[in-house]
Nanobody, 119 residues
Framework: QVQLVESGGGTVQAGGSLRLSCAAS????????MGWFRQAPGKEREFVAL?????????YYADSVKGRFTISRDDAKNTVYLQMDTLKPEDTAVYYC???????????WGQGTQVTVSS
């Protein structure tokens, strides 16, 4: 079963950029659909960006991040990325990497990485 470890979070000023990474181990990475989610204080977890299928072109974004964030995957490195540009204070949250198989729900999660955007 795949294990996920996020990295790349931190504090950045509004308008800045960060790139999150999620390294997978213990499974066949190329057989997992990957996604990024986030949870802000006092709010429910929400999806940010994900792949709809195993196809790297099948990207799908939340309206709030469309045009600013880019999800990508490198199967050779067992890693999925989230490039975040033009960050806003409302992007402040703990960001989680998640994985699912084609026959399951999002049931594999990383520990999360904090992203703080100051105004």
């Amino acid at each position: 079963q795949v294990q996920l470890v996020e990295s790349g979070g931190g504090t950045v000023q509004a308008g800045g950029s960060l790139r999150l990474s999620c390294a997978a181990s213990g499974g066949t990475f190329s057989s997992y659909v990957m996604g990024w989610f986030r949870q802000a204080p006092g709010k429910e977890r929400e999806f940010v960006a994900l792949f709809l299928t195993l196809n790297a072109d099948s990207t799908y974004y939340a309206d709030s991040v469309k045009g600013r964030f880019t999800i990508s995957r490198d199967d050779a490195k067992n890693t999925v990325y989230l490039q975040m540009d033009t960050l806003k204070p409302e992007d402040t949250a703990v960001y989680y990497c998640a994985a699912r198989t084609l026959k399951s729900n999002w049931d594999r999660w990383g520990q999360g990485t904090q992203v703080t955007v100051s105004s």
